[in-house]
Each structure stands twice: as structure tokens, then as C-alpha cells.
């Protein structure tokens, strides 16, 4: 099963995730990423990894569970 995480340690609240790609992000009240899904099918693993690209500081990454 692939799932998205984020490291909100290093993420830089820009919000490029949840603006470009709502399927899978959503900001929280304060403004924070959060996730929103939890197994990734085809269509949600190419928006969460299209984040995970143009993320700038590299907090979003797929794994393989
Ligand atoms: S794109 Fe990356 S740095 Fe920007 S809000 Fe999302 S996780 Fe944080």
C-alpha cells in the first residue's frame, strides 16, 4: 500500500500541496498542510507525488507499505 506523508518539521507552510493538488492535501486552521487520504489509488498517488515534486522543501514523500 502507498500512503503520503509529510514532515511538517521541515515544511515551509508555503502551501503548494494543498492549492495545487486538493485531493490529497488540505490546509488546517492554522494554515498547516494536512493529509487528507489514506491508501493512494493511480489517480491520487499522481497528485500526491506531483506535490511531493514541486514541494520546495522536500516534506512530502511516498512510501511503500
Ligand atoms: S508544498 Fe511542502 S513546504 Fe509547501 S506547505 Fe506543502 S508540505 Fe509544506
Do not use: H, N
Request: proline content about 5%.
Amino acid at each position: 500500500m502507498r500512503k503520503v506523508v509529510l514532515d511538517r518539521a521541515i515544511c515551509l507552510k508555503a502551501g503548494q500541496c494543498f492549492y495545487l493538488q486538493p485531493s490529497v492535501f488540505k490546509a488546517d486552521a492554522e494554515g498547516w498542510p494536512e493529509i487528507i487520504v489514506g491508501d493512494l489509488d493511480d489517480e491520487t498517488f499522481e497528485a500526491a507525488d506531483s506535490a511531493a515534486e514541486i514541494c520546495p522543501s522536500g516534506a512530502i514523500e511516498i512510501i511503500d507499505e
